[in-house]
Structures are given as structure tokens and as C-alpha cells.
């Protein structure tokens, strides 16, 4: 039996010119708040596992990263991307899953399901993408311990992005290799004396 050949993801054609990142970075916080406003849980949403130790998730997009994506004018292109958790609404995934499903499909989204698994009544997981026509995607992963929604934006080959993404990795490396200010030497204590090379008797 042949294995059908790979190919590469259609180029997607933006819904108007292509958006720079502070375009894309506003999208994909609208995008991401209208889903969890959809979920009708919209508090203790975070912006990694475990939930406990995990910062909320920040509309301002301080854990969004870039994907590599095609546009129909550039194969050089990306678009921002990020996924917010949230504890379970129930144990049973599906009604969730229903509920996005069609807020989506109410969007003018096309929805997946690809996965359905149900092991007795311990475990139950549903995962599935929705897709629309300008590169906008949601992944949702719902099980009987988390709920994740994955969301992409446009995609974009603007140089705005490039820059920003030069900035932000510019930004890391001071931060990895910034001089930590050196803590003053204690003062000797009263009656202490100091030898010529520094020691306090």
C-alpha cells in the first residue's frame, strides 16, 4: 500500500492587507477573549499547566509565540499563537466541546473532531481544530482533567513581525546575560580587626 505524499499547508489569503504584529497581537486577544466569553467560564483561565503555579493569561500577549505559516503572496510568513488552560467545567468534555462547536460554526468556522475517546466512565477526552478561510484556527483539547484552547491568528508575512521577533529574543539574551549588581561587603562589627588582606579577626 502507497503512503500518500506530504504536502505543504495551503497559503491563506488575509482577509484584507497583510496585518502588522501589533494587528495581529490585538487579534489574537479579541480571538482569544470571544472563546473564553463562548466557554461561559471566563475567570481562572491561565497560561500553562500546571494551573496552581501558572500565571493567568495576559490579553496583552505576554506568552504568545510565532508559527510558521504561507500567505498567497509570501511563504515567508507567521502567524501569533498561543493556548490558555482552564480546570475542567465537568467531568464529561463533550457538552464543552458542543457548546464551541457551534459558537464556531456560528462564526463561519469549519470544525473537526478528531479525536473522541471515552474509557468507562474514568476518562474522556475530545479534541478538535476549527478552521476559517483567512488562517484564523482554534485547537480545543477537553478531557476529564483539562481544558485548553489553542488559538492562531491571520496569517502575515509583514516586517513587523520580524522586528519584533529580533526584539524579543534580543530582550531574553540581556536578561540571561545581564552583570547581577554586586551586594555590598559587610562592615566589620565593633572591636573587629582587620588583617592586610581583607580578613575580619
Known amino acids: 500500500m502507497s503512503v500518500p505524499a506530504l504536502r505543504d499547508p495551503i497559503p491563506r489569503s488575509p482577509s484584507g492587507p497583510e496585518k502588522t504584529i501589533s494587528q495581529l497581537l490585538t487579534q489574537w486577544a479579541e480571538l482569544t477573549k470571544a472563546a473564553i466569553a463562548a466557554t461561559g467560564h471566563t475567570d481562572g483561565w491561565t497560561e500553562d499547566t500546571p494551573l496552581a503555579k501558572s500565571k493567568p493569561w495576559d490579553p496583552a500577549g505576554g506568552g504568545v509565540s510565532l508559527a510558521p505559516c504561507a500567505t498567497t503572496a509570501s511563504d515567508d510568513a507567521s502567524q501569533v499563537t498561543?493556548?490558555?488552560?482552564?480546570?475542567?467545567?465537568?467531568?464529561?468534555?463533550?457538552?464543552?466541546?458542543d457548546k464551541l462547536t457551534a459558537y464556531?460554526?456560528?462564526?463561519?468556522?469549519?470544525?473537526?473532531?478528531?479525536?473522541?475517546?471515552?474509557?468507562?466512565?474514568?476518562?474522556?477526552?475530545?479534541?478538535?481544530?476549527?478552521?476559517?478561510?483567512?488562517?484564523?484556527?482554534?485547537?480545543?483539547?477537553?478531557?476529564?482533567?483539562?481544558?485548553?484552547?489553542?488559538?492562531?491568528?491571520?496569517?502575515?508575512?509583514?516586517?513587523?513581525?520580524?522586528?519584533?521577533?529580533?526584539?524579543?529574543?534580543?530582550?531574553?539574551l540581556d536578561s540571561l546575560y545581564q552583570t547581577?549588581?554586586?551586594?555590598?561587603?559587610?562592615?566589620?562589627?565593633?572591636?573587629?580587626?582587620?588583617?592586610?588582606?581583607?580578613?575580619?579577626?
Open 82 to 97: 498561543a493556548v490558555v488552560f482552564h480546570a475542567p467545567f465537568e467531568h464529561d468534555p463533550h457538552p464543552i466541546a
Open 104 to 172: 464556531w460554526e456560528s462564526q463561519g468556522f469549519t470544525v473537526t473532531r478528531t479525536i473522541d475517546s471515552t474509557t468507562g466512565t474514568d476518562w474522556m477526552a475530545v479534541e478538535m481544530r476549527a478552521e476559517r478561510a483567512d488562517g484564523v484556527e482554534y485547537g480545543l483539547t477537553a478531557t476529564t482533567e483539562i481544558v485548553a484552547i489553542d488559538v492562531l491568528t491571520e496569517c502575515s508575512a509583514d516586517p513587523s513581525i520580524h522586528a519584533w521577533a529580533e526584539e524579543r529574543v534580543q530582550q531574553r
Open 180 to 201: 547581577p549588581t554586586p551586594s555590598p561587603s559587610p562592615s566589620p562589627s565593633a572591636g573587629a580587626e582587620v588583617d592586610d588582606d581583607g580578613w575580619v579577626w
